[in-house]
C-alpha cells in the first residue's frame, strides 16, 4: 500500500528530545530554521528519568582536574584524555547556564547540596531529590518554549538518515502511519542508548538503539559497542519482569547505605577497598557472585546508616517502593544489577561531527572516548549538556558555508503493514533478542556463548529481512543490528575491562587491547585504534 508522502524543509533537524537533543536546540533555534523530532512525547526519554544527579566540578574544594582524573580512572584505561578535558572544563560553564534556566538544584543552607557516588573522590553531584533529569528536562523544555523557536514533532520516529556523497541532507519519518520526508542541512542524532535489548534493564521502552543503526546503515563509524553498563541496584520484584526496572539510584549508597547477601553480612569490603562505592563494573559483578555463591537472584541495600531524611531526599524511590510495600525507612530493598547505559556508539569528535558532512550525534548516541570502558556515575547527563551544547555550535557556525541549495532526492518509500503472523513473530524474536542479550551478552561473557549468540542473531535477522519497510519491522531490525555489533565486539575483545568482563580472558591486557573498536557496514574487519575522537576528523 502506498502512502501520502509530507515534505518538510529544515536548516536543523535534532532527533531526540532528552538532554542532549533539546540543548542543541536551544543553541541552534535562535539562528536557524530548527525542530526536533522524538518518539514518544518530548518529555519521554532516558533523560527524564534520571535520578542521582550531574557531575560537575563546582564544589569549592574540586577541580576539573580532579573531575578529570575520577573519570579516567573510572573509564579502565580507555579513556580519550582530550575529550575527557573538554567534558570537565566546558561541564562547569553549561551547568551554569542551566542553573541560569531555572534548574533547581537542592541547596544545604544556602549552598549546594553536592552528593557522592561510586568512584568520585571528591562531592560534586548537583541533585534534584531523586529526579534530577525532570527538573533538567523541565528547565530546558521551558526555555524553549519560552523563546519559541523550535519545531516540535512528537510521536515520530526517523526511520532513515538521507545522505548522498558523503553529505547528510536529512530525514525519512514516520507519524501516525504517514511517512514525512524532512530536508535538512544538518541532522543532530540524540536518540540515547540501546540497553531495551536486554531483558533487565533501566531505560524507558525508545531505547532501541534506533540512532547508531541509522548512522552506521549510511556508513558511520561506530566504536566500543561491547561495552554495556550494568547498575547495580535496581528493585527486583520477584518473577515479574518489566519492560524498565525501576533503579535505586547510587546517591543511596553515595549518602551511606550498604549492600548485603542473602545471609544478611556486608559482602563490598571483601571487593574492593570503596567498597559500596567502587566503580559500578566492579560493584554489579561482586554482586552476580554473591547472588552465585547463595543461589538466589538479588541482594539486600541497607538504609539503616543514612543520615538524612529518607522520604525527603529520595522521594521518587520512597513513593515507588512503598506502592510495592516496602517501606525503605524500616526495610531492606531487594535489588539486582540490570543493563543501564551503553558507552558504544557513534564516533564523533569533541564537536559532536560523525564521519558524514552535516550530520552529527550527541549524548548516549555516541562514542569518543569520554566514558572509555566504565562510565563514571552521573556523567552522562554532563556529556549530553556538553555535547549537545558543541553540536549545536557547530551547526551555527556552518551555517554560511552550508547555504548552497543541495541538488536533493526525493526519496520514494512504500510502507508496508506487517501481517498478523508476522507481527507475532518480530514480538517473539524481540523477546528472544533480550533474553539472549541478558544471558550471553551481559555482566560476564564467554567466547563459545558470543559465538553461538551471534548466528542466532544472523538468523533472526534474516527471519525478519523481507518484513518490508514499517516502523515496527525498523525497531526491531535496528535492535538486532546493535545486538550483533555488541556482540562482535564483545567476541573481538579477548581481555576483561571496565563493563566487558570475559571468563575466558579475566584479565585486563594493555599490550594487546588498549585500543577502541571500531567498525563500519562496509564488511571490513574491525579496526583496532589508539583513539576515537579524531577519527570524524
Ligand atoms: P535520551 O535522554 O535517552 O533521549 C533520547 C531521545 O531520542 C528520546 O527523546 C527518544 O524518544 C528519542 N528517539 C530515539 N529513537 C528515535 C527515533 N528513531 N526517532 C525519533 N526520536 C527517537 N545519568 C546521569 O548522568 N545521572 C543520573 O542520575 C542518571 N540516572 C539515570 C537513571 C535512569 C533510570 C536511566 C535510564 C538513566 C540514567 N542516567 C543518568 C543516564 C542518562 O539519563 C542518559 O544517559 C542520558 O539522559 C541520555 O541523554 P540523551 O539526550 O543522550 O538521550
Ligand atoms: C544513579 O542515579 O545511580 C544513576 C546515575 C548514573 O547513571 O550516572
Known amino acids: 500500500m502506498t502512502f501520502e508522502l509530507s515534505v518538510y ?4 533537524v535534532i532527533v531526540g528530545s532528552g538532554i542532549a537533543g533539546l540543548r542543541a536546540a536551544e543553541v541552534v533555534g535562535p539562528h536557524a530554521r530548527t525542530c526536533v523530532i522524538t518518539k514518544g512525547k518530548s518529555k519521554e526519554s532516558s533523560t527524564q528519568y534520571a535520578q542521582g544527579g550531574i ?37 562547569p560553564r553549561r551547568v551554569e547556564e542551566l542553573i541560569g534556566m531555572g534548574a533547581n538544584f537542592d541547596k544545604k543552607n544556602g549552598d549546594f547540596d553536592f552528593t557522592t557516588e561510586g568512584a568520585h573522590r571528591k562531592r560534586r553531584i548537583l541533585h534534584a531529590g531523586d529526579a534530577t533529569g525532570r527538573e533538567i528536562e523541565k528547565a530546558l523544555g521551558r526555555k524553549l518554549l519560552l523563546d519559541g523557536y523550535v519545531s516540535f ?64 546503515n549510511a556508513g558511520c563509524e561506530v566504536a566500543d ?6 547498575h547495580p541496584t535496581t528493585l527486583y520484584l520477584g518473577d515479574k519482569k518489566p519492560i524498565s526496572i525501576f533503579l535505586i539510584t547510587e546517591a543511596v549508597r553515595g549518602e551511606g547505605a550498604i549492600l548485603l547477601n542473602q545471609n ?39 538504609l539503616s546508616g543514612l543520615t538524612v531524611d529518607i522520604p525527603s531526599r529520595f522521594p521518587t524511590i520512597y513513593k515507588r517502593c512503598l506502592e510495592s510495600q516496602i517501606d525503605i525507612t524500616k526495610s531492606f530493598i531487594p535489588v539486582a544489577p540490570a543493563a543501564h547505559y551503553c558507552m558504544g556508539g557513534i564516533c564523533t569528535d569533541v564537536w559532536a561531527r560523525t564521519t558524514i558532512d552535516g550530520l552529527y550525534a550527541a549524548g548516549e548516541v555516541t562514542s569518543m572516548g569520554i566514558h572509555g570502558a566504565n562510565r563514571l556515575a552521573s556523567n552522562s547527563l554532563l556529556d549530553g549538556l556538553v555535547f549537545g ?14 547555504a548552497e541549495p543541495l541538488d536533493r532526492a526525493l526519496p520514494m518509500r512504500d510502507r508496508f503493514v506487517p501481517s498478523h503472523q508476522d507481527r507475532i513473530k518480530l514480538m517473539r524474536i524481540r523477546e528472544e533478542l533480550r533474553s539472549l542479550m541478558w544471558h550471553d551478552v551481559g555482566i560476564v561473557r564467554e567466547g563459545d556463548a558470543l559465538e553461538k549468540v551471534l548466528n542466532r542473531l544472523k538468523g533472526f535477522e534474516s527471519a525478519i529481512a523481507g518484513f ?49 573498536l571500531v567498525g563500519k557496514a562496509s564488511g571490513a574487519q574491525l579496526e583496532k ?9
Open 153 to 216: 514533532f512528537e510521536d515520530t520516529a526517523v526511520l532513515e538518515l538521507l545522505v548522498q556523497d558523503k553529505r547528510c541532507y536529512g530525514c525519512i519519518a514516520i507519524k501516525a502511519g504517514k511517512l514525512a520526508v524532512f530536508y535538512a542541512k544538518s541532522v543532530i542524532l540524540a536518540t540515547g542508548g540501546y540497553s531495551q535489548v536486554y531483558a533487565y534493564n533501566t531505560n524507558p521502552p525508545l531505547a532501541t538503539g534506533d540512532g547508531i543503526a541509522l548512522a552506521y
Open 55 to 91: 557531575a560537575v566540578a563546582l564544589n569549592e574544594d574540586d577541580a576539573p582536574s580532579h573531575h578529570f582524573e575520577d573519570t579516567l580512572a573510572a573509564g579502565d584505561g580507555l579513556c580519550d584524555p582530550e575529550a575527557v578535558r573538554v567534558l570537565v572544563e566546558d561541564g
Open 389 to 402: 551544547y558543541r553540536a549545536g555550535r557547530h551547526v551555527v557556525d556552518s551555517l554560511p558555508g552550508n
Open 468 to 516: 518490508g519497510f514499517h516502523e515496527d519491522v525498523i525497531e526491531v531490525q535496528n535492535m538486532l543490528l546493535v545486538s550483533r555489533l555488541c556482540a562482535e565486539f564483545a567476541f573481538a575483545r579477548q581481555e576483561s575491562r571496565g563493563a566487558h568482563f570475559r571468563v575466558d580472558f579475566p584479565v585486563r591486557d594493555d599490550v594487546a587491547w588498549q585500543l577502541h
Open 264 to 302: 544478611l553480612e556486608r559482602f563490598m569490603p571483601r571487593y574492593h577497598p570503596d567498597a559500596e562505592l567502587a566503580p559500578r563494573d566492579i560493584v554489579s559483578r561482586a554482586i552476580l557472585s554473591e547472588m552465585q555463591n547463595t543461589k538466589t537472584d538479588h541482594v539486600y541495600l541497607d
Open 529 to 537: 585504534v589508539p583513539n576515537i575522537a579524531k577519527r570524524p576528523l
Open 225 to 230: 559497542m561491547e561495552f554495556v553498563q550494568f
Open 9 to 12: 524543509e529544515f536548516d536543523c
